[in-house]
């Protein structure tokens, strides 16, 4: 004992004298008289050690321990608590520990795990884990307040010291120590102690003491030691990191949480980028369900991470700079660094999304509420993305929901995509798969706002992505194509070109993938195949990396071409037409050779591919008219090399003069169906000869060569037919346009050059023909009209004046053919016409609609929106329920007897497939003044003009046709899914060339005629307001030529609806049309005021306004009036504040309610479209007005009466719209709007101020009454159609009285109980109406009628059990009570079927109520029952509740 005494001594002063060589600072103030002193206590504290079973090691080998440590520590309290010095042995021990850790080493080990101490090999005896000397020593509490203050003593003598050897820091391991003690017994000291070292240590220090505090201290010190931290994050940002990891594990009080989140979102702008994660994190996993919305919505607007990343240019330059210095390495590493931390702040807000419902609920509504574009920030998209990522479906919906609800509303512009994408590509790409998935439905979207954006999405990802992304955008842009979906096509093949023009190497390698669309091509409409061919062609032919893509784009192609099935071949022709226009396609100088021009080998494949279409469409007149077309179609819209447009052009030329052209002699040889005439000549040149289009004399070899065709003859012969003649034309035209520079003086005599026909007045006698001649005679009618439409499509943009007055001519002749055409076809049912617009599906779904003359009339009624008097008169009067319109029609022949045979004439709105399409040039022609020219107008039209003017025949024929062409392009129809059956008539048919111009061309084009047609418009209320004056205000006067008006009426209507339509157009919404929309509206302000160019947008909309109303004093019919009332509402609404135009709006509708219309023949206007009309303005004045029940009032309570009062035809005095044939329309407006308003009224709340309740109860009665007013309608106006509005309307009043008013009762019926009765009792009597119109339908058995009764029994029922509930509420509820209701009928007789069950079935039957009212006290509904009882108990109130009494029989 002695001896190892001896030797630890000694060992202890080994390390004594080597301790002032490591500890200078420690051993300098010592004395020698304190040595023995030292090695006295040292002995005590090793003996105390070495008993209780711990053998104290040097030389870097640990201390070991012999037993497991809680004995070694009862050992040690033992020891002392029974030594003869207790207590002074404790401080003996304590500073003989102290002495032994003087040696650093010693120290060190103190602080490192004791190894357990092996007996004979075998250390199961003692756990393989043990803590450090010191840590067992600190779980003696006797002990543990010492030896913290002696380890807190020596941790400053380390601090800077940094990491020792092994990488061990000191500070760290002294810190450990006091970690997840049993009990600190003083620790209130203990952590003041840890704040003074964090106040005066270095930063690594801090750090480690800071972090370490939560597993310290007790949860009874967290709130100040909180607060210590809280206002050190403020003083230091370093410590940001490791303060926030601490509060994190601490448990603190809400308040406090929130101050310390509140200072924390304070300093958020100043913290570094690296620590922002750690901030982020902090703030989202301190948050509460109540303040979780206030929370996010600080923090999106704190964090900046605009400011975090550089822009790519700035980076470039940075490097360059930095690379000079040779640090380019550094700034690199700065940017990923920067993304880096990005990518962990998203990851932050990702995980605080997914496990709390409370943080994406609120990111999402943080969002939803930023109603400024320069609000958004980077950080909302890809929040988007994250919230989308979330696995929670409702997450996921609720992000796609926000996002479709800011782009359609254009909060989220393509900008902020582009730059999220351009900064932030390596943290977007780890939410690729929400990208892809948010984009697929964008794109899928029935919006027409939202697609574009998806398709933005689309092609960010395939530019800011790697690969892998690349396969997936086209592949998912394929399956878009393959869908089948108009709109979706479209759309995605409208990216993947747009990808191959901007991407053409790396598209190239996914050519395999686009080419697998050629296997989908059947749900393709041909502008589909048409787009798809041209990005096909251009991948395999315009890059090198495609070329693989070659040999099966020519196998497809020939198999097409070689098809016999029509669709097929079209597909072919439509395709190798394609790939011509990129094989062909004109290079710059060096690309293939050194002249800039093809290759001969290219230029070979090029002719030997056309001559193939050629040859493959020769024996199918309908193929080689579409090939012309599409050959059409390339020269338009392509630049071909010059050797292949030059081989195009004269071909072209030469077969066109071989084929069509003849020079005509003094006679027509030939045997026709009709004798042979040449008409429609414009020029003079020569009486005889001169060279005429062959028409006629085609027209007939054609008929013959299809009789003889089944018998193979004449089959070397060339076949020519009269169907290729409009194509053929439009295609040389194309050809010599290109050729001169828009210059067609070289064609410019087919113009003028007459056409071989016979004589018109052969239609007058339509009746007496064959049906092989009537058909001829129609498909001459039709092949002369599309070759005059040609025509005009061909010359309408030269600028001579001469040209212009021969243009105008040939509209005239095409108005004229038509009303012939209508009469030949009136005789001619069953008639199917030649095709005219060949990339269609077929003549097959378009025939029988025009073929079943039966429903013709119907067609027109149902089929176009636009039935206006049309291409000429009787189009417009050709509606069989339009009986009382004006018989007129616009055929130029005075006989009128012929003209009652031929008013049941078709119309050929059902045959517009049938004719060439009118390009949109052709509208310049709108345009036009006045040209004098002295010569005749035709052979037909003998008389000669001295001045010609675009006639109102012409322009509403061009007026038609662009408002068709407006509604087709500007108005966004929703991208439906093709129904199962489909009978594709496809609406694009005839609308060819307009599809490939962008609806922005389009409206831009409207915009620069607008001035044209404001002047248009003006002529035609100067019209009317001629013929008003002339007629002293009468319409019908004997100064009104009918046929006349009937044009001017149309031409002013189809003026309207073409501004409205345009106005209406959804793009103007977009920031980059702005200017457009200033500019358009800029024309009508310009009409009323000059000097508009520096007025603001609100300004232009206000002059605007005011020019259009002023329109208003002539509108010929109601139609016109209400086209003038939409105008002024899509006007209005494209400034920034429409509420300024509702009074104007409404006293403008109210006006044209209040006006007589009459038609031109004098008859009252009335019929199906004047009803629709009458219907949509009423809507209307009733939207706008300011008091919408007032309004109601006024009419049911005034005007309705006036209608009763007044003779059987007669109308109601104040508003003369209002008669016996119009009444169901007003009745359904005006239930329907009074429905819509009770809806508006807030619901009554308890926190309501009596003038509130006095408000809303004002409201509801006044509600209440013109409900009244409105069901007892039905006791005079009963038929079927008036009960069923009654029946719908009258349950979903009750609906919103029950949802919104009775709240209002039940905390109203105290403080005004006299209104509250008033009202009950006025509803009762509408809801025992309406118990009697269930009764009435029942026993009609009109299911119309009884679909509605089961749901309105239930609400009336929910009524009654409502008051009850209210009067409960109130304490009243003695003054309910409840007998039966018999049934009865509308007119009250009470319904005798049920008299003799009454007995028996008295208690199956549902109950009415009937409350007395209890003396002064209660009010309440009480029901007037029909019983002898009931009347005795209810004498004092005599008021009716409806009753809920099941008429079981």
């Not at 200072?263 to 994190?281: G, Y």
């Not at 992000?399 to 989220?412: D, N, P, Q, Y």
Request: a negative charge.
């Amino acid at each position: 004992m002695m001896r190892k005494k001896r030797r630890s001594s000694v060992e202890k002063g080994e390390g004594a004298s080597a301790a002032p060589k490591l500890k200078k600072s420690r051993s300098a103030g010592r004395q020698a008289k304190e040595t023995a002193p030292e090695e006295a206590n040292q002995c005590v504290f090793a003996d105390f050690v070495r008993v209780a079973g711990v053998t104290l090691k040097q030389g870097g080998v640990p201390n070991e321990i012999g037993v497991d440590q809680i004995v070694f520590q009862r050992r040690i309290q033992q020891k002392l608590q029974k030594s003869p010095r207790y207590p002074g042995i404790v401080q003996e021990f304590v500073t003989g520990l102290e002495s032994y850790m003087e040696n650093a080493d010693r120290f060190r080990n103190c602080l490192l795990p004791c190894a357990p101490q092996l007996v004979d090999g075998d250390s199961s005896s003692v756990s393989s884990f043990q803590e450090s000397l010191l840590r067992m020593l600190l779980g003696i509490e006797m002990l543990q307040t010492l030896i913290i203050n002696t380890l807190l003593e020596k941790l400053p003598e380390y601090m800077l010291d940094g990491t020792g050897d092994g990488g061990v820091s000191i500070p760290r391991i002294i810190i450990n120590q006091f970690k997840w003690l049993d009990r600190v017994v003083d620790a209130k000291e203990l952590a003041s102690k840890l704040m003074e070292l964090v106040s005066v240590a270095p930063v690594e220090v801090q750090r480690d003491i800071i972090t370490s505090l939560p597993e310290i201290l007790e949860d009874s010190q967290h709130n100040d030691i909180a607060r210590e931290l809280n206002s050190l994050l403020q003083e230091n940002t370093q410590l940001t990191v490791p303060i926030l990891d601490a509060l994190s594990s601490l448990n603190l009080t809400s308040s406090l949480l929130m101050e310390v989140r509140g200072a924390v979102m304070a300093t958020l702008a100043a913290v570094q980028l690296e620590d922002l994660p750690v901030v982020v994190k902090f703030i989202l996993h301190s948050v509460s369900a109540s303040d979780a919305y206030e929370v996010v919505c600080n923090l999106r607007k704190k964090l900046e991470l605009e400011q975090c990343v550089l822009p790519p240019v700035l980076q470039a330059s940075q490097t360059r700079m930095n690379s000079q210095v040779a640090a380019g390495s550094a700034s690199t590493a700065a940017a990923g660094s920067s993304q880096d931390s990005i990518m962990l702040i998203l990851d932050c807000i990702k995980s605080a999304v997914r496990f709390q419902k409370t943080i994406s609920e609120a990111w999402l509504k943080a969002i939803e509420s930023v109603n400024e574009v320069e609000d958004f920030k980077v950080m909302d998209l890809l929040v988007l993305l994250i919230l989308h990522s979330a696995n929670a479906n409702q997450s996921r919906r609720g992000a796609e929901r926000v996002l479709k609800i800011k782009v359609r509303s254009g909060l989220i512009q393509e900008a902020l995509l582009q730059k999220t994408f351009r900064d932030y590509a390596q943290a977007m790409r780890g939410y690729f798969s929400s990208t892809l998935a948010l984009a697929q439905s964008l794109l899928r979207s029935p919006d027409p706002c939202v697609v574009p954006f998806g398709g933005h999405m689309y092609r960010q990802a395939f530019t800011a992505f790697d690969s892998y992304c690349h396969q997936e955008v086209v592949g998912s842009l394929v399956t878009h194509v393959c869908s089948g979906v108009g709109g979706e096509v479209d759309v995605a093949l409208e990216l993947l070109c747009g990808l191959v023009n901007e991407k053409p190497s790396e598209m190239a390698m996914y050519a395999v993938f686009v080419k697998g669309i050629l296997d989908y091509m059947d749900n393709l409409t041909p502008q589909q195949i048409r787009r798809l061919f041209q990005l096909l062609s251009r991948l395999a032919f315009g890059q090198k990396q495609g070329s693989h893509i070659q040999d099966d784009m020519h196998i497809v192609i020939r198999k097409q071409l070689s098809s016999t099935v029509p669709k097929y071949k079209r597909i072919g022709i439509i395709g190798a037409v394609m790939i011509v226009g990129s094989m062909g396609a004109f290079r710059p100088k060096g690309k293939e050779s050194q002249n800039g021009s093809l290759s001969q080998e290219t230029f070979r494949q090029v002719t030997a591919l056309l001559e193939l279409v050629k040859s493959s469409s020769e024996s199918s007149p309908e193929a080689a008219a579409l090939y012309y077309d599409e050959l059409a179609n390339l020269i338009l819209n392509s630049t071909l090399d010059s050797q292949v447009q030059d081989m195009i052009g004269k071909s072209v030329l030469q077969d066109f003069e071989d084929n069509f052209v003849v020079d005509v002699g003094p006679e027509i040889s030939g045997s026709f169906p009709f004798p042979a005439s040449v008409a429609y000549k414009l020029y003079e040149d020569e009486d005889q000869g001169g060279i005429a289009i062959n028409l006629l004399p085609l027209l007939a070899k054609d008929l013959q060569n299809k009789g003889e065709q089944q018998n193979q003859i004449n089959k070397a012969q060339k076949r020519v037919s009269p169907l290729c003649l409009s194509p053929f034309f439009r295609l040389l035209r194309l050809c010599m346009e290109k050729r001169h520079q828009g210059d067609l003086e070289e064609i410019d005599g087919l113009l003028g050059c007459p056409l071989i026909l016979t004589d018109m007045d052969v239609v007058e006698k339509v009746e007496s023909l064959s049906k092989a001649e009537r058909e001829f005679l129609c498909t001459l009618l039709f092949h002369t009209i599309n070759w005059f439409r040609e025509v005009v499509n061909a010359f309408c943009t030269q600028k001579d004046t001469e040209m212009k007055m021969r243009v105008l001519t040939r509209l005239q002749n095409i108005t004229y053919l038509q009303t012939l055409l209508e009469r030949a076809l009136a005789g001619t049912p069953g008639y199917v016409p030649p095709i005219a617009n060949f990339d269609g599906e077929s003549t097959d779904s378009i025939a029988p609609s025009s073929t079943v003359q039966m429903n013709k009339t119907k067609k027109d009624g149902t089929g176009k929106k636009k039935k206006a008097p049309a291409k000429n008169s009787s189009e417009g009067s050709s509606q069989a329920e339009e009986v009382t319109e004006a018989d007129e029609t616009q055929q130029e022949q005075p006989e009128k007897e012929k003209e009652k045979e031929i008013r049941p004439g078709v119309s050929l709105a059902s045959y517009r497939p049938f004719f060439r399409e009118l390009d949109i040039e052709v509208l310049s022609v709108l345009q036009c003044g006045l040209l004098s020219r002295s010569l005749l107008d035709s052979e037909l039209h003998t008389k000669v003009r001295e001045e010609v003017l675009l006639g109102p025949a012409e322009l509403v024929f061009l007026l038609e046709d662009m408002h068709r062409k407006l509604e087709f392009s500007l108005t966004a129809s929703p991208a439906k899914r093709a129904p199962f059956l489909k009978g594709r008539t496809d609406k694009s048919v005839g609308f060819s060339h307009l599809q490939q111009r962008s609806s922005k061309d389009i409206a831009s084009y409207c915009v620069q005629l607008m001035p044209a047609l404001c002047s248009h418009l003006e002529n035609c209320h100067n019209h009317f307001q001629l013929l008003l004056s002339e007629n002293n205000g009468v319409v019908d006067g004997p100064a009104t030529d009918v046929q006349e008006h009937q044009l001017m009426s149309s031409a002013y209507q189809l003026l309207l609806q073409v501004l409205n339509t345009t106005f209406s157009w959804s793009g103007f919404s977009q920031l980059g049309q702005r200017s457009l929309l200033k500019k358009a509206i800029g024309v009508f302000a310009g009409r009323l005021k000059e000097g508009g160019a520096e007025l603001t947008l609100e300004q232009l909309v206000k002059h605007s306004f005011e020019y259009l109303l002023n329109f208003r004093s002539t509108v010929p019919n109601l139609t016109t009036a209400l086209c003038l009332s939409r105008l002024l509402s899509t006007v209005s609404e494209k400034g920034g504040n429409p509420a300024a135009y509702r009074e104007q709006t409404a006293v403008l509708a109210q006006r044209f309610l209040s006006q007589d219309w009459v038609t031109a023949s004098g008859e009252k206007e009335r019929g199906t479209k004047f009803n629709e009309a009458l219907h949509t303005l009423l809507s209307i004045y009733l939207e706008h007005v300011d008091d919408v029940l007032k309004a109601v009032e006024e009419i049911a309570g005034e005007g309705i009466p006036e209608l009763l009062n007044a003779s059987k035809d007669e109308s109601s005095a104040s508003w003369p719209t209002l008669s016996r044939q119009t009444f169901l329309v007003f009745y359904k407006v005006l239930m329907a709007e009074l429905e819509k308003a009770v809806r508006k009224i807030p619901a009554g709340k308890m926190s309501d101020t009596t003038e509130v309740q006095s408000e809303k109860l004002l409201t509801w009665n006044l509600a209440v009454r013109d409900f009244h007013i409105l069901v007892n309608l039905v006791k005079v106006f009963d038929s079927r159609l008036v009960l069923n509005v009654c029946l719908k309307y009258g349950r979903l009043f009750l609906e919103s009285f029950l949802k919104l008013g009775m709240p209002l009762l039940d905390y109203s019926f105290k403080r005004h109980k006299e209104d509250v009765q008033s009202l009950l009792k006025t509803f009762q009597l509408s809801t025992r109406q309406l118990h009697h119109m269930c009764g009435h339908s029942k026993i009609h058995q009109d299911t119309s009628l009884t679909n509605h009764v089961p749901a309105l029994k239930k609400s009336l029922e929910l009524f009654l059990y409502r008051v009850k509930a209210m009067l409960t509420l109130n304490n009243c509820q003695e003054a309910f009570w409840m007998g039966n209701l018999k049934n009865r009928n509308l007119k009250g007789e009470e319904i005798l079927s049920q008299r003799s069950q009454e007995d028996d079935d008295e208690e199956e039957e549902e109950e009415e109520q009937g409350s007395p009212p209890a003396q002064e006290q209660s009010e309440d509904e009480a029901q007037d029952s029909d019983s002898e009882g009931n009347k005795k108990v209810n004498r004092m109130a005599d008021v009716d509740q409806d009753d809920v009494s099941d008429d079981s029989e």
